[in-house]
């Protein structure tokens, strides 16, 4: 009980006193007109860049408490966002232990609203317990790693009746807002065909996003694991398995050294070399974690099993196609081209900046969305941005999405997964069927 004592005077200024037997959605913490506090459960590199927007808008958000495995992490995030230590846990077993003492003495929860930043694996078990005490839940993207788990999140967050946001962050940064505005306005027409090169599930959801109310109907998919295999690599590379000790690192388009520790060499001490340390990302540091870490591996000597490349087709209920293509060998390291061809104009963009074209005048216009800085365009800061308000207004509708709609298009996505693997081409709405019955079954 220790830790409770302090914990008392984050409330005292509650409007009233709360029942401990009332339900957990009825249990607030703070007032309308005060920060929203945050429990942060991860606290790495998605939980450090989330938790940016308390810093930088303290009147906005605050963090409170958060739970942390890796001591140096912990350490870092406790002092940055100057934490009481007795709000400092070592892993989300303990925040949660915690929670459910101060709920039931105090009527309180340690925070209104929870990050979930852990493994992919862990989000359903860490989503579900949260969600039962009444937190509100932004949970790092995907969802889950299994349908399952998926299915199991959206249920634990409709029972909770809570605010619940995913990080799909593409949604919010100001590239696809602008996009979206476009496509919304109806200027080119509605119906349209989609061409886009990019990776992971950020992009079906922002797909599924433009056009909306639209739902992916049938999907197909090819691609498997081409080149970064063992019998790929360059014979010269010989027996090393890692960048550092390669003789022909300086000849290799993939070398880690070039992606991680010359670009700090050159003064660049944010992503991608920040998202491999816990403490500052210095040559130091960064050395370290390429001798040492899983970044430093020859890619031609890991365990990986994932596709380097990859398409996905897919047909939506309103008529509209999308071609979806994921390449690992790009020099467009973690960017996204964007091609949306619409009966009467297109539109072009490199998730920086898009062109608008109309073909019956003929006309060409380019916007320029301002960057806001921060991951993904901006997108971390108007995802942080948004959620906040939604807890404070309790408005799942600000973030212009909810649970069963996110796992909507994440069933699509291992749809499309289940279209490679066997070579059939899958009819939406039977897949959903098929793995909720079977779910149930369970």
């Known amino acids: 009980m220790s830790r409770l004592h302090p914990i008392k005077s984050l409330w005292s200024r509650s409007r009233s006193s709360v029942r401990s037997n009332e339900s957990p959605s009825a249990i607030m913490t703070s007032l309308p007109n005060e ?240 998202t491999i340390v816990d403490g500052i990302p210095d040559i130091e540091n960064i050395t370290d974690a390429l001798c040492n870490g899983p970044y430093g591996q020859c890619v031609y000597e890991s365990d990986n099993d994932v596709c380097d490349h990859q398409v996905v087709n897919i047909e939506y209920s309103s008529g509209a196609t999308v071609s979806f293509t994921m390449v690992a060998y790009t020099s467009l390291i973690c960017e996204r081209q964007t091609r949306l061809h619409f009966t009467h104009g297109e539109i072009v963009g490199d998730m920086n900046n898009f062109t608008v074209t109309d073909f019956r005048t003929g006309h060409k216009t380019t916007h320029h969305p301002k960057n806001e800085g921060g991951g993904h365009g901006g997108g971390d800061l108007g995802l942080m941005r948004t959620f906040v308000e939604a807890v404070r207004t309790n408005n799942q509708e600000l973030l212009g999405t909810d649970v069963s709609e996110v796992l909507k298009s994440h069933l699509t996505v291992f749809a499309a997964e289940t279209s490679r693997r066997e070579g059939t081409v899958i009819d939406c709405a039977k897949f959903e069927k098929a793995i909720r019955a079977e779910l149930e079954m369970r």
């Open 35 to 274: 920060p929203v506090t945050l429990a942060i459960i991860g606290c790495g590199q998605r939980g450090t860049s989330y938790t940016e927007y308390a810093l930088d808008h303290p009147k906005k958000c605050k963090v409170v408490t958060i739970a942390e495995p890796r001591q140096n992490a912990r350490d870092i995030f406790a002092r940055n966002h100057k934490l009481d230590r007795t709000l400092v846990f070592n892993d989300w077993q303990e925040l949660l232990k915690a929670s459910a003492d101060t709920i039931e003495t105090i009527g309180k929860r340690l925070a209104d609203a929870v990050i979930v930043a852990v493994h992919d694996h862990m989000h359903c078990e860490v989503v579900s317990a949260f969600a039962a005490q009444g937190y509100h839940i932004l949970c790092e993207k995907p969802m889950a790693t299994n349908l399952q788990d998926c299915v199991e999140m959206e249920k634990a967050v409709k029972n909770a009746g809570i605010i619940c946001g995913i990080g799909h962050v593409l949604r919010y940064s100001p590239y696809s807002k602008a996009v979206t505005e476009v496509v919304r306005s109806g200027q080119l027409e509605s119906e349209s065909s989609f061409s886009l090169m990019t990776k992971s599930c950020h992009d079906i959801d922002i797909l599924c996003h433009w056009l909306s109310p639209a739902i992916p109907t049938r999907v197909s998919s090819f691609g498997s694991l081409q080149h970064f295999r063992k019998e790929k690599k360059p014979p010269a590379a010989g027996a090393a398995t890692r960048c550092l000790e390669c003789s022909v690192e300086q000849d290799c388009p993939y070398s880690a050294k070039k992606v991680y520790l010359e670009p700090v060499s050159r003064g660049n001490t944010h992503w991608p070399a920040s």
